[in-house]
């Protein structure tokens, strides 16, 4: 339920902060009839995603190699996605703004400029998030996965509307560099994982395959070391936000200025 939480948190608010700027922006500049094109690029995306997830759940399901398939792609995927919005997202906003204007209001060109615009976006996000919810759908119960989505939607969509609202008060950086943590420990217990699945169909060759399945058992989902590695996935992210929290309170506290000591005599009464 973390990882899932933790992984539409992300994502979710990615997707969300795209919409968000791309509707601030259209508004601001007077293209409201541009709209419809954005909603209808977003909610194409939302539906292919959705379809890809089911898909790929079902193509990891059909034998522990494509499980193994499936957790290596989710891995690959993480990583991507991890470097990609750590090199980009100062840029994103940059990224939105200077694809839509392009798009002249009240032209058929301008509508299916912004429509295509959302839809890959937004579904690129849907992609990453497809494929990564569809490897852990192989390991966890279908019902704490959906608990653990809404939750993390609902978050990113309350945190993503702070943004909007109050700007550059939501450290939204602390936020990427917080959940990057997490993303790094989750990728590496996908790779363990798909190397215990192709153990176990006798895929990996010029190693003993059996010995390595048992070796790695304790290290899978249900193994008392991967129970460790599903608890820090919650305590790592945990431990970095109370530290980027007092590194942010350190550098507030050494900006304070400091008041200047007047070297200025002071004036004495006549009389002294």
């Not at 980009?88 to 906003?93: I, T």
């Amino acid at each position: 339920m973390i990882a899932t939480l933790t992984i539409s948190f992300r994502e979710g608010l990615e997707a969300f902060l795209i919409i968000a700027i791309s509707l601030l922006y259209l508004k601001k500049t007077n293209r409201q009839s541009l709209l419809p094109a954005l909603y209808a690029g977003v909610a194409l995306a939302v539906v292919l995603s959705c379809a890809l997830g089911l898909l790929l759940a079902r193509i990891g399901a059909l034998s522990p190699f494509w499980e193994g398939v499936m957790a290596l792609a989710a891995a690959v995927s993480v990583i991507y996605c991890t470097v990609h919005m750590m090199k980009m997202g100062r840029f994103m906003k940059r990224e939105i703004t200077t694809a839509l204007e392009q798009a002249e209001p009240a032209t058929p060109q301008a509508w299916m400029l912004v429509f295509l615009f959302a839809a890959f976006m937004v579904g690129r996000e849907g992609v990453e998030t497809a494929t990564m919810i569809a490897s852990l759908a192989l390991q966890s119960e279908s019902r704490e996965m959906a608990a653990g989505g809404v939750i993390g939607v609902c978050l990113a969509a309350l945190l993503a509307l702070a943004w909007v609202r109050f700007g550059q008060r939501v450290n939204l950086q602390r936020f990427f560099q917080l959940t990057a943590v997490f993303m790094v420990v989750f990728a590496l217990q996908l790779v363990v994982y798909a190397f215990h699945e192709f153990t176990e169909t006798a895929s990996l060759p010029l190693l003993d395959n059996a010995w390595w399945h048992i070796a790695t058992e304790p290290w899978g989902p249900e193994g008392q070391i991967g129970l460790w590695i599903s608890c820090a996935l919650g305590i790592l992210p945990l431990g970095w936000l109370v530290y980027a929290w007092l590194a942010d309170r350190k550098q507030q506290a050494g900006a304070i200025p400091q008041r200047p000591i007047s070297t200025t005599p002071t004036s004495t009464s006549p009389g002294a």
